[in-house]
């Protein structure tokens, strides 16, 4: 994800919990979709590091761009107030892998889950529909493939699904083997 991702797992959880009680989990999805867009505008990270740029001054040109968007969604006070206390703990370039975190934590209450595959070659409809069957079945949750092309595998396949990582491709396999004969 990102250097932010340790620091905004409280915060994308403290969010979830938030939406999930107040039955507006779109409305601070939407949110924290544009605010990461904004946050991970290269202009707008280097006014993150400005020193002579007060906090607050940061959370109002954060919000203020954030409301000049066309079709922004309406922020609510609380949104605000995230952005207040990101600015204060100088944390708003964390709003990407926030975001990402606030988007696993729906997927997970929806019971659905994104997979990355990574693999040597492109992925046939077939092999990822079978990828997609196998795992839906041990994790018990709608699976959505994400395919990427790693030409560094050498062959095979590496899945990430959450914190579960199957490393099927032939660079792990050597690089296992390479461990165990140096032991």
Not at 88 to 93: D, I, Q, T
Not at 147 to 167: K, N, R, Y
């Amino acid at each position: 994800m990102s250097d932010f991702e340790t620091a905004a797992r409280p915060y994308a959880k403290a969010l979830f919990e938030l939406a999930t009680d107040g039955g507006n989990l779109q409305a601070w999805q939407d949110a924290l979709e544009l605010a990461s867009a904004v946050a991970s505008d290269a202009d707008m990270q280097a006014m993150f590091e400005m020193p002579s740029m007060l906090v607050s001054e940061q959370a109002d040109f954060f919000l203020s761009v954030m409301s000049s968007v066309k079709d922004a969604p309406e922020l609510s006070a609380d949104f605000k107030n995230l952005i207040a206390l990101l600015a204060e703990n100088g944390r708003l370039a964390a709003l990407p892998a926030i975001k990402a975190g606030f988007e696993t934590l729906k997927q997970e209450a929806e019971g659905k889950i994104e997979v990355l595959v990574r693999s040597a070659r492109e992925l046939s409809d077939k092999q990822q529909d079978d990828i997609s069957k196998g795992l839906a079945k041990r994790l018990g949750k709608e699976v959505t493939i994400i395919a990427e092309i790693d030409e560094t595998l050498i062959a095979g396949a590496v899945i990430q699904a959450g914190d579960l990582v199957i490393d099927g491709s032939a660079r792990g396999r050597m690089e296992k083997l390479t461990t165990v004969l140096n032991k």
